[in-house]
């Protein structure tokens, strides 16, 4: 570590320049700057570029809420795509005047705490070094790329990407032999894409995709304006700070078995009809906690699938009899065509439970079901989820320990926001807080309002360091966990990767604890007296 003079000095440092650093950034009246690894803003937005990536939350809510920023800004699509959502980045930028407080291709790779003088201390994979008071991580859910290791992945002598890195440059899929591993959010879109325009396509599926019709639309400029100076914006921002997900739709107060099957049925269309996540979200409200009323949710969304696919094998591996989990319990995605695109001649599913891939060579994939020639190799394999962009950078706290050594037995946090050891440390849209069974905005402006408060008042109490205790920690995990097992969540084939089992009470935390976290922060007098008690040593 260099001396003090050769380090950059200041009270705040913010670390991602996504939805997280651009609601943190300009709430804080501190010496503050934000250190971003890609060269642009917009976090995940910034990286995902492959074909077909678009947001999953419709618009307005899935943007900042504040007026300045939607008055002269309006998306052109109800889920808009990655180039768009990049402009309104930019737009954000400009007008919040943020960029002179930002350094781009800042991969910051360590943070040790200075006990002494109570400042973390910053190390960039360039050489900077920068020392802070308050160091706020917002590298988001998605910033760590899980790649599986298949044997001979090297060998491959095509194209080989992962969807989070695909080439700024571009790259065609168009008229090649191609083949998808993974059938997340990103797989549904970029098989879509690629269902279009290649010749042949072979997706590799693990877990079939429950997944919702989006219901894509413009947006009409002179009817979004009218909206807006009707105050229909202003009230849906106001809205989503007080449903559980931060959308705009919520549970219905009835139980799957009180409507008649008739009435049920009818419910049940009516939530496809508009698209969007209104199925998973705003339909009855036992469908989490018992199990019946979530297969008749499971049988109804099967029904309509099948009437898609006329290929009786395909339909059973895309919605099998039995279901793969309970529905809800994996975020559904929401898809276009998908389902006409997988029951093309040209495109085949092979199901890796069954036939695990073997092998990629120098000229495809090799599963026990054949050898499957290709020009092109897309990873759709998702994130090291929620954790992983976290433990990736050596944060050593104040007993020297870093925070993967500490998280190593399990996932244990203050409220979702802080890591008892690591004083001064505040992460947000992560582990054991509402994320991603959140809209992302949502849940990322109520953290950062709150915690922009809490370091307004320590800065005006003079107070050096400030940690969460291995009380609070305990008290919190302890919620976590009774909040998780009272759901089906807990009954699911849960299977994200690699370090997410660490975590198996944050996915809790998303969904319930995140329900009752947002009531509670939309009433911010409540959550800060809870807190207040759970940062006893404060
Ligand atoms: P993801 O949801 O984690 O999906 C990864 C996929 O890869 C899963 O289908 C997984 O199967 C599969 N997989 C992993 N390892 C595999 C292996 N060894 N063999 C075969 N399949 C394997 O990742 P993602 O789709 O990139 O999405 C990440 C997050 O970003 C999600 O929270 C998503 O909602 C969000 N996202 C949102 C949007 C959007 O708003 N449109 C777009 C993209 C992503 P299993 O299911 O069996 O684990």
Redesign the pocket.
Known sequence: MGSTSERAEYDALIIGAGFGGYSMLPRLGLRVKLYERGSGPGG?WFW?QYPG?????DLPVYQLFDRELWEDFTFSER?PGWRELQSYFAHVEKKLDLRKDIEYCKNVESADWDSTRCRWLITCSDGTEAECKWMYLSVG??SKT?V?N?KGSSDFRGELYH??HWPYYGASLKNKRIAV?????????VIQESGKQSKHLTV????P?LCLPMVQRKLDPVEEQKKKDAGIYAEAFKKCERTPGGILYESIDKNTFDDTPEEREKFYQSLLKDGGLQFWVAGYKDVMTDQKANDAAYDFWRRMVLKRINNPAKGELLAPEVPPHPYGA??P??EQNYFEVMNQDNVDIVD?NRF??EEINATGVKTAAGQVEVDMII?????D?LTGGLTDIQIRGTDGRTLMQHWAEGVKTSIGIAVPKFPNMFYLFGPQAPS?FSSGPSCIQSQARWLARVVEKLENDKIESFEGTEASADEWLKMVGEKWDATLISKGKI???VLLLWSKYSLLAQLVVGCEYSRKESSTPELGRRTAHLYANA
Do not use: C, E, M, W
């Not at 990536?53 to 939350?57: I, K, P, T, W």
């Not at 591993?181 to 879109?189: D, L, M, R, V, Y």
């Not at 590799?204 to 877990?207: A, G």
């Not at 990873?379 to 994130?383: D, E, I, L, N, Q």
């Open positions: 995940v995902n990536a678009r947001v999953d939350s889920f859910s998605s899980y599986p298949i969807t989070a591993i993974g059938t997340g959010a990103s797989g549904i879109q590799y599926q693990r877990t995709n994996k975020r995605s929401l890796v695990p891939i990873f759709a394999t998702g994130f989820g991603t299977s994200l990767p």
